[in-house]
């Protein structure tokens, strides 16, 4: 609730006299009519800022971490892949997480970092959450790839093979960039209602790079 009293507020420095002339002309007519018209609301805006919103304020850029960013209906197996590229390259865990089906899986073939154990695989909720993890962790995450065999596909499943390379760099002061390859095989099904999720990853190491996106993953369990 607005608490200003409009009587007790001058108007502003160069309205009073054109303000005054208008309310205190006899005369009116249609011109004079609108002038008032105008000068009051004028000076209503200037002299009660609690009740007023600046029309011209400009809105806080957002968080790249949970914009909608680039997602499209996955109605068939290729959008579905390339959902999961974008949603990569923009650090977008909400269209990440989308992409990947309740019984999804993450497998690799081994790991170069931490102490791994028997652990080799892992599912759909601790995925999305060590995503959550790097991305939030990461300045920026550069991700290029190009299949590496044909892909296969039918009427309800798909798989597809993507050889890649990412480049990691954290926000950290100073930062420090890290590249990972490999490749990601990934098994895709249509769903009840006609849309594809990927419900198994399998990360490959490659010969000439030490690291891959497991590595990667790794490093925000």
Same mark, same amino acid.
């Given at each position: +609730? !607005?608490?200003?009293?409009?009587?007790?507020?001058?108007?502003?420095?160069?309205?009073?006299?054109?303000?005054?002339?208008?309310?205190?002309? /006899?005369?009116?007519?249609?011109?004079? /009519?609108?002038?008032?018209?105008?000068?009051?609301?004028?000076?209503? +805006?200037?002299?009660?800022?609690?009740?007023?919103?600046?029309? &011209?304020?400009?809105?806080?850029?957002?968080?790249?971490?949970?914009?909608?960013?680039?997602?499209?209906?996955?109605? *068939?197996?290729?959008?579905?892949? @390339?959902?999961?590229?974008?949603?990569?390259?923009? =650090?977008?865990?909400?269209?990440?997480?989308? !992409?990947?089906? $309740?019984? &999804?899986?993450?497998? &690799?073939?081994?790991?170069?970092?931490?102490?791994?154990? @028997?652990?080799?695989?892992?599912?759909?909720?601790?995925?999305? =959450?060590?995503?959550?993890?790097?991305?939030? %962790?990461?300045?920026?995450?550069?991700?290029?790839?190009?299949?590496?065999?044909? $892909? /296969?596909?039918?009427? %309800?499943?798909?798989?597809?093979?993507?050889?890649?390379?990412?480049?990691?760099? *954290?926000?950290?002061?100073?930062?420090?960039?890290?590249?990972?390859?490999? @490749?990601?095989?990934?098994?895709?099904?249509?769903?009840?209602?006609?849309?594809?999720?990927?419900?198994?990853?399998?990360?490959?190491? =490659?010969?000439?790079?030490?690291?891959?996106?497991?590595?990667?993953?790794? /490093?925000?369990?």
């Amino acid at each position: +609730m !607005c608490s200003h009293r409009a009587d007790r507020i001058p108007p502003p420095d160069g309205l009073a006299g054109p303000l005054c002339a208008a309310l205190g002309e /006899r005369r009116s007519g249609p011109a004079l /009519r609108l002038l008032t018209t105008v000068a009051a609301i004028i000076w209503i +805006m200037f002299a009660l800022p609690g009740c007023t919103k600046n029309p &011209f304020h400009t809105r806080s850029s957002e968080n790249p971490h949970t914009i909608s960013g680039t997602y499209t209906d996955p109605v *068939t197996a290729q959008l579905a892949v @390339e959902n999961l590229y974008y949603a990569g390259n923009e =650090r977008n865990i909400g269209n990440y997480t989308r !992409c990947l089906a $309740d019984s &999804f899986v993450f497998v &690799f073939d081994f790991l170069n970092v931490g102490q791994p154990g @028997e652990v080799t695989a892992w599912r759909q909720s601790e995925e999305s =959450r060590i995503a959550d993890n790097l991305f939030r %962790s990461l300045a920026v995450l550069r991700l290029t790839w190009a299949p590496s065999q044909a $892909d /296969r596909e039918s009427d %309800s499943t798909a798989v597809y093979y993507r050889s890649y390379e990412i480049t990691a760099v *954290t926000a950290a002061t100073p930062p420090e960039t890290t590249r990972f390859a490999g @490749e990601a095989v990934l098994y895709l099904s249509v769903t009840e209602s006609s849309r594809w999720t990927i419900n198994r990853w399998e990360d490959r190491h =490659r010969t000439d790079q030490p690291n891959s996106w497991a590595d990667l993953k790794w /490093r925000y369990r």
